[in-house]
């Protein structure tokens, strides 16, 4: 057994042992940008192999965004060498090298290997998301008429970014899925300034919504409307005004998501024909909790 720091040359080896061990398959293209965005954020990869050094699982971790000591746990062992004590010494050596920090892994179902796995090791239920997503972007409702409502993203990349992170605050500070961005990961990860569409309410930006178009899927993360405008027909305006941007940017589908228990959201969402996809729940473990 050997454990070592991920190749250029695993990425197909790492993009089957994904495919084997989650429960959506993943594209060449977009495997390899997720590999890619989570080296880019200071993320790290381990591989480990059988006794003739052939891959057979892997490790990923990367900081999550707006949660300092928080670290995203990803990976997998092939089905065929699980039970045999590589999980647990991948999992240790994360832990020897990540340091005390807290460790978020997303789950399809408690059921699953993975959640077994991790269970028995500590880990618990720290929430629950609802992934929605609309089939069709076809046959789009208009775009409510308000005299008081425009939304454009702002061309400006700065002021796009700094609009962004003082209304995400705005947004979601009150809440338990706040989870804030700085302007530097937000300038790292946005493709451009025009990926965010803003509500402005006159002149005065009241929401947002930062779209992601993927293989004809498209993915709004996060969306918001600023505390005290919430409940009055804002966040119908701008999502409907999303789906109408997404279309015309290719896609051909769109995917949303919130936590379970965020009701006015999910109602909003499935208002306009989003559906329950699937359930994510991530399971967390504080690394000195850890027990061997």
Same mark, same amino acid.
């Given at each position: 057994?050997?454990?070592?720091?991920?190749?250029?040359?695993?990425?197909?080896?790492?993009?089957? +042992?994904?495919?084997?061990?989650?429960?959506?398959?993943?594209?060449?293209?977009?495997?390899?940008?997720?590999?890619?965005?989570?080296?880019?954020?200071?993320?790290?990869?381990? %591989?480990?192999?059988?006794?003739?050094?052939?891959?057979?699982?892997?490790? $990923?971790?990367?900081? +999550?965004?707006?949660?300092?000591?928080?670290?995203?746990?990803?990976?997998? +062992? $092939?089905?065929?060498?699980?039970? /045999?004590?590589?999980?647990?010494?991948?999992?240790?050596?994360?832990? /020897?090298?990540?340091?005390?920090?807290?460790?978020?892994?997303?789950?399809?179902?408690?059921?699953?290997?993975?959640?077994?796995?991790?269970?028995?090791?500590?880990?618990?239920?720290?929430?629950?998301?609802?992934?929605?997503?609309?089939?069709?972007?076809?046959?789009?409702?208009?775009?409510?008429?308000?005299?008081?409502?425009?939304?454009?993203?702002?061309?400006?990349?700065?002021?796009?970014?700094?609009?962004?992170?003082?209304?995400?605050?705005?947004?979601?500070?009150?809440?338990?899925?706040?989870?804030?961005?700085?302007?530097?990961?937000?300038?790292?990860?946005?493709?451009?300034?025009?990926?965010?569409?803003?509500?402005? &309410?006159?002149?005065?930006?009241?929401?947002?919504?930062?779209?992601?178009?993927?293989?004809?899927?498209?993915?709004?993360?996060?969306?918001? +409307? %600023?505390?005290?405008?919430?409940?009055?027909?804002?966040?119908?305006?701008?999502?409907?005004?999303?789906?109408?941007?997404?279309?015309? &940017?290719?896609?051909?589908?769109?995917?949303?998501?919130?936590?379970?228990?965020?009701?006015?959201?999910?109602?909003?969402?499935?208002?306009?024909?989003?559906?329950?996809?699937?359930? /994510?729940?991530?399971?967390?473990?504080?690394?000195?909790?850890?027990?061997?």
């Amino acid at each position: 057994m050997i454990i070592r720091a991920y190749r250029t040359a695993d990425t197909a080896v790492l993009l089957h +042992i994904h495919n084997q061990t989650h429960p959506t398959p993943w594209t060449d293209g977009r495997f390899a940008r997720y590999v890619a965005d989570v080296l880019g954020a200071d993320g790290r990869i381990w %591989v480990i192999t059988n006794a003739n050094e052939d891959p057979i699982g892997y490790a $990923l971790t990367a900081p +999550i965004p707006g949660l300092p000591g928080q670290i995203e746990l990803d990976g997998g +062992i $092939l089905p065929a060498w699980q039970r /045999q004590g590589y999980g647990s010494a991948l999992l240790q050596h994360v832990r /020897q090298h990540a340091g005390p920090v807290h460790l978020s892994y997303c789950v399809a179902s408690l059921g699953s290997p993975a959640a077994r796995f991790l269970q028995r090791r500590g880990f618990t239920v720290e929430h629950e998301e609802w992934v929605l997503g609309r089939p069709s972007l076809n046959e789009l409702p208009p775009i409510p008429e308000r005299s008081d409502g425009h939304c454009a993203p702002f061309v400006n990349r700065r002021r796009a970014i700094h609009t962004f992170c003082a209304l995400y605050d705005a947004s979601f500070a009150a809440h338990p899925w706040y989870q804030p961005y700085t302007a530097a990961e937000v300038d790292a990860t946005l493709v451009a300034a025009q990926d965010i569409l803003f509500l402005r &309410r006159d002149d005065t930006p009241i929401g947002f919504a930062w779209l992601h178009v993927r293989d004809g899927v498209g993915e709004i993360e996060p969306f918001g +409307i %600023v505390d005290g405008w919430q409940g009055l027909g804002y966040g119908r305006f701008l999502l409907t005004a999303v789906l109408h941007q997404l279309a015309q &940017r290719g896609a051909t589908t769109a995917q949303i998501g919130a936590w379970h228990n965020n009701h006015p959201a999910l109602h909003l969402y499935q208002s306009l024909g989003f559906q329950h996809h699937h359930t /994510q729940t991530y399971l967390t473990l504080s690394l000195s909790e850890l027990q061997w």
